[in-house]
C-alpha cells in the first residue's frame, strides 16, 4: 500500500497572528519569502505523496490560488526580463494536485480529516498540520512512509518534550519497542504535567489507515468542544495497532509567536545570499543587549 494522499487543515482562523491574519490565512505567512504551507506540501512532494487534500474554510481560497498557475502575473514578470521569477512560480504550481474540501464548521481537527473521507477514499493516506514545520535530511513524513510499509499500521510523529509543555500537546501513552519506535497504547490531548502518561508529545504529521474515519464518525466532542483527533487514533490503537516514531529533524511550532520567529531566523540561516549578514547582525544585537 502506497501513501498517495495527503489532508491538510487549513481553515484555522489564526487569531494569534492578529492583526497580521485578518485577510491573510496564517498558513500564507512567510517564512523568510516562502510561505509556511509551501514548505509542508513540498515535505509531501518529497515524500512521494502525488495529491493534497486541503480542508479550508471561508477566506482561505488564495491557498489553493499559491499552488495555481498565475498567467498574468507571469506575463508581467516575463516583460521585465524576470524569467527565473516565472520558473519559480510554475514550478509551484506543478509541483502537486491540489483539490479541496470546506470545512463548514470549527469542529476540531478530527471533524477536519473526517471532512475529506470521500476524497480520500478508502487507502491509507497523511495528514500534515500546517503549524508544524520540520526542518530534516530525511523528510519527517518520508520516515513515517517507512515505517508504515514495514509495519502496513497507522504511524505518528512523536517528539519528546519537557515536563513543562507537555499541556500544549497530545501525549502518548506507550511501550518502546527500539530506539525510536514505539507502539501506542493510548493517548491523552493536552494533559496536565502531573496526569501526562509521558513526555512523548504527538507533531503534526500522521499516516492513519482508512478505518480512523468510523471512530472519527462517533467521536464526542473533547476538550473545548471540538473532535479531537487524538481521541479517534486513540479508539483505532484499541483495535489495531498503531506505531509512534520519534523523527529525527528540527521542529519549529510556527503557530506560537517564538516558533514563528526561530524557524525564519533558521531557514534564514540556511540562505546563502542571507547567512553571513544575518549571522553578523545576530551578534551586534546580542552584544549590544
Not at 518520508?142 to 505518528?156: A, C, D, M, P
Not at 493517548?187 to 504535567?193: D, F
Not at 520519534?246 to 540556511?270: M, N, Q, S
Request: aromatic share 6%; hydrophobic share 40%.
Amino acid at each position: 500500500m502506497k501513501i498517495k494522499k495527503a489532508v491538510i487543515p487549513v481553515a484555522g482562523l489564526g487569531t494569534r497572528f492578529l492583526p497580521a491574519t485578518k485577510t491573510v490565512p496564517k498558513e500564507l505567512l512567510p517564512i523568510v519569502d516562502i510561505p509556511a504551507i509551501q514548505y509542508v506540501v513540498q515535505e509531501a512532494v518529497d515524500s512521494g505523496i502525488s495529491e493534497v487534500i486541503f480542508v479550508t474554510g471561508r477566506g482561505k481560497d488564495s491557498i489553493e490560488d499559491h499552488f495555481d498557475e498565475a498567467p498574468e502575473l507571469e506575463q508581467v514578470l516575463e516583460g521585465r526580463g524576470q524569467t527565473e521569477t516565472v520558473k519559480n512560480l510554475r514550478r509551484i504550481a506543478e509541483m502537486i494536485e491540489v483539490v479541496s474540501v470546506r470545512q463548514k464548521r470549527p469542529l476540531g481537527l478530527g471533524h477536519a480529516v473526517l471532512c475529506a473521507r470521500d476524497l480520500v477514499g478508502d487507502e491509507p493516506f497523511a495528514v500534515f498540520l500546517s503549524d508544524d514545520l520540520i526542518d530534516a535530511s530525511v523528510p519527517c513524513m518520508r520516515q513515517l512512509v517507512e515505517i508504515f510499509e514495514e509495519k502496513k499500521e497507522s504511524v505518528i510523529a512523536l517528539r519528546r518534550v519537557p515536563e513543562q509543555e507537555v499541556q500544549k500537546y497530545g501525549i502518548v501513552q506507550g511501550k518502546q519497542l527500539s530506539n525510536r519506535l514505539y507502539e501506542v497504547e493510548d493517548m491523552v490531548e493536552k494533559p496536565r504535567p502531573q496526569e501526562a502518561p509521558s513526555r512523548m508529545a504527538i507533531i503534526g504529521r500522521y499516516i492513519l489507515r482508512p478505518e480512523i474515519f468510523s471512530f472519527l464518525e462517533k467521536v464526542s466532542s473533547g476538550k473545548g468542544g471540538e473532535i479531537q483527533l487524538t481521541d479517534g487514533i486513540s479508539q483505532l490503537a484499541r483495535r489495531k495497532k498503531v506505531y509512534g516514531y520519534e523523527f529525527e529533524g528540527e521542529h519549529y511550532d510556527i503557530g506560537d509567536k517564538l516558533g514563528f520567529v526561530r524557524a525564519t531566523v533558521a531557514y534564514a540561516l540556511k540562505r546563502a545570499e542571507l547567512k553571513e549578514a544575518l549571522k553578523e547582525y545576530l551578534r551586534t544585537v546580542i552584544s549590544n543587549k
